[in-house]
């Protein structure tokens, strides 16, 4: 296997993904840029695991190509053990103990480091000697990082890996991975309800909703996207009037709308002038009013309609 010192790339091009008549992926064409953390975003059901799985080659597309490294996973002896994709639902060897799960992992995975299997065996506190079966939630969403982490797979897809960890071992796989990736560049794609959390990580951003490609840009360009702007009713109206309006929160005479859509030239002077307040919005508030019902249920993009709550 060639082993690249920046990852894996990937590429979709039209991909369906059908189950009976459950459309989980529809038409989806996407890029995943070798060497980046990428979130893989989106609400329950809207695909992410449906797409880790097709890069996992554990599934073919119903329709469409998948590309990873420039090459069809399926079947694919040079690029399959380049790929790790861990779930939380874990795909470990239930009855056998966490010692015996590393040895089967890493004799399949030629990058596979011990060493930092050890040191994240230590940092969760796992026993090499206990079976999975016997391991709490947490402790098994631990070991599923562990295998993923050490794999140091070009590919690694980690898919809501760190639900069941409590907050302080949840901070600390931020960090491990952080520094791991660092010194061990790849192609990281992370899925997660914790947006707040994992939004520091990340460096492009892709949202699913019901199987179709909402956003997928890097992260510093759709945080700068999002902007709040806060101030009296009237003032607020006609600041934001002609914009792709996401959210309206009125407290008192004070309206707070967060709006999508970059700031132009002599907004900030005009902003002041008019005793308004510009700041950022948070990843996590900016995925929820992206994909509120009302909002992708009619129009989505620049065009968008407007949502008062
Ligand atoms: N094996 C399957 N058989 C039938 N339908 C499936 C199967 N796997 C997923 N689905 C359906 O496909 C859609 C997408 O599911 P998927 O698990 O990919 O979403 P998700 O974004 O990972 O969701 P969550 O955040 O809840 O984990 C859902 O409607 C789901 O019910």
Same mark, same amino acid.
């Given at each position: 296997?060639?082993?690249?010192?920046?990852?894996?790339?990937?590429?979709?091009?039209?991909?369906?993904?059908?189950?009976?008549?459950?459309?989980?992926?529809?038409?989806?064409?996407?890029?995943?840029?070798?060497?980046?953390?990428?979130?893989?975003?989106?609400?329950?059901?809207?695909?992410?695991?449906?797409?880790?799985?097709?890069?996992?080659?554990?599934?073919?597309?119903?329709?469409?190509?998948?590309?990873?490294?420039?090459?069809?996973?399926?079947?694919?002896?040079?690029?399959?053990?380049?790929?790790?994709?861990?779930?939380?639902?874990?795909?470990?060897?239930?009855?056998?103990?966490?010692?015996?799960?590393?040895?089967?992992?890493?004799?399949?995975?030629?990058?596979?480091?011990?060493?930092?299997?050890?040191?994240?065996?230590?940092?969760?506190?796992?026993?090499?000697?206990?079976?999975?079966?016997?391991?709490?939630?947490?402790?098994?969403?631990?070991?599923?990082?562990?295998?993923?982490?050490?794999?140091?797979?070009?590919?690694?897809?980690?898919?809501?890996?760190?639900?069941?960890?409590?907050?302080?071992?949840?901070?600390?796989?931020?960090?491990?991975?952080?520094?791991?990736?660092?010194?061990?560049?790849?192609?990281?794609?992370?899925?997660?309800?914790?947006?707040?959390?994992?939004?520091?990580?990340?460096?492009?951003?892709?949202?699913?909703?019901?199987?179709?490609?909402?956003?997928?840009?890097?992260?510093?360009?759709?945080?700068?996207?999002?902007?709040?702007?806060? /101030? $009296?009713? &009237?003032?607020?109206?006609? @600041? =934001?009037?002609?914009? !792709?309006?996401?959210? *309206?929160?009125?407290?008192? %005479?004070?309206?707070?709308?967060?709006?999508?859509?970059?700031?132009?030239?002599?907004?900030?002077?005009?902003?002041?002038?008019?005793?308004?307040?510009? /700041? $950022?919005? &948070?990843?996590?508030?900016? @995925? =929820?009013?992206?994909? !509120?019902?009302?909002? *992708?249920?009619?129009?989505? %993009?620049?065009?968008?309609?407007?949502?008062?709550?």
């Amino acid at each position: 296997m060639t082993t690249t010192t920046t990852g894996w790339g990937v590429e979709l091009r039209g991909v369906t993904q059908r189950y009976d008549d459950v459309v989980a992926l529809d038409d989806v064409t996407l890029t995943v840029r070798p060497g980046t953390i990428t979130g893989l975003l989106g609400r329950n059901g809207s695909g992410k695991s449906t797409l880790g799985s097709l890069l996992a080659a554990f599934r073919r597309p119903t329709a469409g190509c998948v590309l990873v490294d420039g090459e069809d996973p399926w079947e694919n002896e040079r690029v399959v053990p380049g790929i790790c994709f861990v779930r939380e639902s874990g795909d470990v060897l239930e009855d056998y103990p966490l010692k015996d799960n590393l040895a089967y992992v890493s004799g399949a995975r030629p990058t596979f480091s011990h060493e930092l299997a050890g040191e994240l065996m230590d940092l969760f506190e796992l026993d090499p000697r206990r079976k999975p079966s016997k391991l709490s939630r947490g402790k098994k969403s631990a070991f599923g990082i562990v295998l993923g982490l050490a794999a140091r797979a070009p590919l690694t897809i980690l898919d809501e890996v760190h639900l069941g960890l409590d907050a302080p071992s949840r901070y600390a796989f931020y960090e491990t991975l952080l520094a791991d990736y660092a010194e061990h560049p790849r192609t990281l794609i992370l899925s997660s309800h914790l947006i707040g959390e994992i939004e520091q990580l990340l460096e492009d951003v892709v949202v699913l909703d019901r199987g179709r490609v909402l956003v997928a840009q890097d992260a510093e360009t759709l945080r700068a996207e999002g902007l709040a702007v806060t /101030g $009296p009713a &009237p003032a607020v109206e006609q @600041f =934001v009037a002609g914009r !792709d309006v996401l959210a *309206t929160q009125r407290l008192g %005479g004070t309206v707070r709308t967060t709006v999508r859509g970059a700031l132009v030239e002599g907004d900030e002077r005009r902003a002041r002038d008019a005793g308004l307040d510009l /700041g $950022p919005v &948070p990843l996590q508030d900016l @995925f =929820v009013h992206l994909t !509120d019902p009302q909002r *992708t249920g009619s129009t989505v %993009g620049p065009a968008g309609g407007e949502v008062d709550r």
